[in-house]
Structures are given as structure tokens and as C-alpha cells.
């Protein structure tokens, strides 16, 4: 089968040509329809998230049909958290997310960017009617995590999104759905971002670095970059909430106790649960959920990366393999 490899930090994916793997005991051998590009896939090029066996094949946002077995010729959807152990105090308490033995798709286990992948069969997910597989990619990891962090803003009716990309466009659209106001915030200049967040429905577009109409109650920061973190709590009301979003960011400058008092908290999201994942798959065809994407062929992948890098695209990147 034909594949993208991570060979190393700093190093371009390399083009390989790879055995179709045999599934084991409880996993499902899947022929790779779409796999979404993620910004966690650029953390791992950069090494500011450890490969730690490489080569790997990267990719977490996967859809792809069963193979073998009583379930060939389902769909189904692989997202980033591949494994648990089952039997620590967080995989028993609802927390799996937290497991300290948990294996990621695309880091620990070889990822989508190939033409067959191997995954657990409780880990993964039955993909909603009416999703085409590029279309439904974001949603098991951009959708999932944005679903998880606005669980995290509790009952806000005011929410910032830090970063108007793959998460953010969709979660502005679940939040539209429920009736609350979204405000977006860009880097300053980026008239196409705001321009794509206005048409999902948002309140208010701007610059990062400008006061939103009204004081938020949540603020969800997807963007990597530390710096927003105090830019958000100056913009949240008491009681409010800023919640990190991302794998991986950049270090957060000090700011003044006056920002976070009066109640406000600063907390972080990681991986995710499978309920999260069946509840929003869910939720996601009766708001219904559109996902804008910009496709690649599968030796696309850097050229892929690089364009989410540079910002060259709205929505979402997915690779799409060939029928």
C-alpha cells in the first residue's frame, strides 16, 4: 500500500510503498477513504509532541471502510485516541481521556495517511448518514475536541473562539444551533477568516488583540500560541472561563491577578472520551454540521501541511484517497 511516513523532527513525510497490515485480536483493517490533516500533525513534525517509535504514518481524523469480518463494508470513524488501558482509576471514573497508558492514532499508532489502517474496533466510531467520508474527517477531531471544550463552558451564551480555523468553524456552528452568540478572533488583517466566521453566523469578527462588543462568559482558545490566553481573560466577565483547546502551546506570558480574578478560571481540554465522540456524531446531522474542506491526494500530504501551516485555506484540510 502506498503511505506517508514520519521519518523525523524537522523532515519532510516521505512517500513509501508498505505491506497492507493483518489485523489482530479486536482490531478492524480499514481501506482509508479520508483522513483529516490536523494541526496536532504539525506539533509532531515540529517535535513539540514526541513520536516516540518512529517512523510513523501520521493522521487521527480518519474514515474508512471495514475490510473483513462480520462488519465489512461499514463505515466508520477513527479518532485520535486509539487505546486505553481499561483499568487505571481515570479509564474506570468516565476520564479515559486522562489514561497514562493511552496510545494515539497517528503518534503511537500508525495513522490514515495510507491507503489501509489498522484500528481498535472500540475506538471506533459509526460515521453519520450523509456525510461524505472528506466531509466527516473534521468531525473526529476538530468537531470532537471543539464539542468537548464548549462542554466546558458550562451554561455561556457569549462565547470567543481564539482561532477561526478547522475546530472553531465547526463549533461556531453547534453553538449557532443552541443559540449562543459566538465571537471570532483572528490574527489581525485576516479578512478571510472573519469574513468565514460572519457567514457560520458569528456576532462579531475581529483581531485578537480587540475588545468584543460584550464581555464574554466562555472564551475556547484554539490557536497554539500562549499569548492569547491573557487576551482572553480580559475579555471574559466574571465567572467566566477561558479553556486551551490544543495538544500543545506555546508559553503563556504573565499577566496581572486583576485578570483572573472575580472568579475567572483558566482550565485545559486533553484527547477525548468515546462517549464524547457517540454524543457528538450525534448532535452533529441535527444542527446539522458542514464541514468546508480543502482536499488532497494522498502524496499532497506536505504540500497539506504546509498550507495549514501558512493559513492558505478556510475550514479544514483533509487528504482523500483514491476509490
Known amino acids: ?61 480518519i474514515v474508512g471502510v471495514v475490510q473483513d469480518g ?39 499508532i500508525d495513522g490514515g495517511m495510507a491507503e489501509y489502517a489498522l484500528a481498535d474496533e472500540r475506538f471506533c466510531f459509526p460515521i453519520p448518514a450523509g456525510y461524505p467520508s472528506a466531509q466527516a474527517a473534521p468531525l473526529l ?10 462542554g466546558m463552558c458550562a451554561g455561556a451564551r457569549s462565547i470567543g473562539l481564539y482561532g477561526f480555523g478547522a475546530a472553531a468553524h ?20 485576516d479578512r ?8 457560520l453566523g458569528a456576532s462579531w469578527a475581529g483581531a485578537s488583540e480587540e475588545a468584543p462588543p460584550e464581555e464574554l462568559e466562555a472564551a475556547i482558545v484554539f490557536a497554539p500560541d500562549g499569548s492569547l490566553v491573557p487576551l482572553a481573560l480580559r475579555a471574559l466577565a466574571p465567572g467566566g472561563t477561558v479553556v486551551c483547546a490544543g495538544i500543545h502551546m506555546s508559553e503563556i506570558p504573565a499577566f496581572p ?41 494522498l502524496e499532497a500530504a506536505n504540500e497539506a501541511l504546509d498550507d495549514l501551516r501558512a493559513g492558505r485555506f478556510t475550514g479544514a484540510a483533509v487528504i482523500v484517497l483514491d476509490a
Not at 141 to 150: D, M, P
Not at 263 to 272: F, G, I, T
Request: hydrophobic share 40%; charged share 25%; aromatic share 8%.
Open 192 to 199: 478571510q477568516a472573519q469574513a468565514f466566521a460572519l457567514e
Open 70 to 108: 462480520a462488519e465489512s463494508g461499514r463505515r466508520v470513524g477513527v479518532p485520535w485516541l486509539g487505546w486505553t488501558c481499561g483499568a487505571c482509576d481515570y479509564c474506570t471514573s468516565g476520564r479515559e481521556n486522562l489514561c497514562p497508558r493511552a496510545r494515539f492514532t497517528g503518534c503511537d
Open 1 to 61: 500500500m502506498r503511505a506517508m511516513a514520519f521519518e523525523g523532527v524537522g523532515r519532510p513525510l516521505r512517500a513509501v510503498e508498505r505491506a497492507i497490515p493483518r489485523p489482530g485480536a479486536g482490531q478492524l483493517l480499514l481501506r482509508v477513504e479520508a483522513c483529516g490533516v490536523c494541526r496536532t500533525d504539525l506539533h509532531l513534525l515540529d517535535g513539540e509532541v514526541a513520536v516516540a517509535d518512529p517512523p510513523r504514518i501520521l493522521g487521527h481524523q
Open 257 to 297: 491577578y486583576s485578570s483572573l480574578w472575580q472568579e475567572r478560571s483558566v482550565r485545559s481540554v486533553a484527547n477525548l472520551t468515546r462517549r464524547d465522540g457517540r454524543e457528538f456524531l450525534e448532535l452533529a446531522p441535527r444542527v446539522p454540521v458542514s464541514t468546508r474542506v480543502a482536499t488532497y491526494p
Open 141 to 150: 477531531c476538530a468537531g470532537l475536541i471543539g464539542y468537548r471544550a464548549l
Open 170 to 189: 465547526i463549533v461556531a456552528q453547534v453553538c449557532r444551533h443552541e443559540q449562543r452568540r459566538v465571537y471570532a478572533f483572528t490574527r489581525a488583517g
